[in-house]
Structures are given as C-alpha cells and as structure tokens.
C-alpha cells in the first residue's frame, strides 16, 4: 500500500459527459501527480501540482482540468469525454516538486471506460 | 518527440538467470533516473534510482548502470525470479517526470 488512495476505483460513462478522479496523496506529501495510460502506452504526464498551485504541465488536454485542494488531495476533471479518452489515470504523491530526489508514490489508479 | 525510450516491449527470462532491462533517452538534461515496477492492476512501485553523478547504483538483487556518455541505463536484476514477471518503467527527471513505455518481463520458472 503507498499510502496513495484514488476514487473511483471504476468509471464507466458515454462520450460527451464529464467526470472527477479523486486523489489523496500520502500523509505529509505536498506535491501530486497525474498520469494517463492508454492500452499498451507508457505512462503520460498530465500534470503537477505543489501545495495548491499549479507546477508543471504535461500533454494535458484543454478539455482536462485539476485542482489541489488545502487539505492536498486533487481533483482531476475531464470533460466531453471522448473514447479515446478510454484509460487507466494514476494520481502519484512526492514529497518535494519535481527535479528533488524523491520518487513517487503511485495509487492504484482509476479505470476510465468512455462508451 | 519520445525522450526516454524502453525499445523492447517484452523480454522472457529463465528463473535464476540475469535479466537485463534498457532505457535511453535524448535529454542531457535529466539529472536523475528511476525504475518503476507495475504489476497488473496496481500503481507503478518504485524499485531503485540513480543520480547522474553515479554510474552504478546496487540494491539486493538489483543494480542499475548508467553510461551518461551514451544516454543509456540499464537495470539488471540476479539471480531472476518469478515474482518479477512484471512491466518495467523507466524514468528520467529533470523539469519533470518522464517515463519510458515499458518493459514486460517474463521470469520463467
């Protein structure tokens, strides 16, 4: 267990809808990661946030958001959903932003199904 | 534009013997490198790292080599085991994470 919790677990939803992946980092870990993985793709960099504010940006869709609340967990919002937008999103959690030396702490993911 | 490659999607190893992963990248500017291993239906875990300033970094079964000169690491992990059929990610830091496609290795017992 990283310590890393992700909701859902499962989502599955039509094209043209909305929806929220939840992430709560490990205790104490101020920086949070979201990463996408298509069938068979490595794992892609959306985005970074460090202690509420936006840090690094990946290849992050306009039709994608996130947020890092003050309690630290994030939000990342997806909307007209299209299915290729069909995949496994990872939330991950560091204890420092990127380029410190720390890995990342990976959660068990959110399965995306776009019908 | 892939900086951080993994060219082979699988490797099949015997039980006991070495198995050897690879990665390369392109940016001279990552300043840190990480294996990440992922087994189906969980979060990638981390396994061991290297700074640039090292060019063999060992943990157990498990030691990482990294030839700067060339863009190159490997990970190499001995005696093998079958607990290590897995996907293994590389990844390079330098403005940010970047992970390689992965590789899926097969110990056979």
């Known amino acids: 267990d990283s310590g890393v919790t992700q909701t859902p677990k499962h989502l599955i939803t039509a094209t043209g809808q909305r929806v929220t992946l939840r992430c709560s980092p490990r205790?104490?870990?101020?920086?949070v990661y979201w990463y996408q993985q298509s069938l068979d793709q490595g794992l892609q960099f959306l985005i970074q946030?460090?202690?509420?504010?936006?840090?690094a940006k990946g290849n992050i869709l306009e039709r994608f958001s996130a947020q890092q609340f003050p309690d630290l967990h994030s939000e990342l919002n997806l909307s007209s959903l299209e299915l290729g937008d069909s995949a496994l999103y990872f939330c991950?959690?560091?204890?420092?932003?990127?380029?410190?030396?720390?890995?990342?702490?990976f959660g068990p993911g959110t399965r995306l199904t776009v019908l | 534009d892939q900086q951080v490659k993994q060219n082979s999607p699988s490797l099949s190893v015997q039980e006991g013997r070495i198995s050897i992963l690879n990665c390369d990248y392109t940016?001279?500017?990552?300043?840190?490198f990480l294996w990440y291993k992922k087994y189906p239906a969980e979060g990638p875990t981390f396994l061991i790292s290297?700074?640039?300033?090292?060019d063999k970094n060992e943990d157990g079964r498990f030691t990482v080599f990294l030839n700067k000169s060339a863009k190159h690491l490997s990970l190499h992990i001995v005696p093998s085991q079958p607990g290590d059929s897995a996907v293994y990610f590389c990844?390079?830091?330098?403005?940010?994470?970047?992970f390689g496609p992965g590789t899926r290795l097969s110990v056979l017992p």
């Open positions: 290297i700074s640039s300033i090292k």
């Open positions: 946030y460090y202690n509420g504010e936006e840090r």
């Open positions: 990844a390079a830091v330098g403005q940010n994470f970047v």
């Open positions: 940016n001279s500017m990552f300043d840190y």
């Open positions: 991950a959690s560091s204890a420092r932003t990127s380029g410190g030396y720390n890995e990342q702490f």
């Open positions: 205790s104490g870990d101020l920086s």
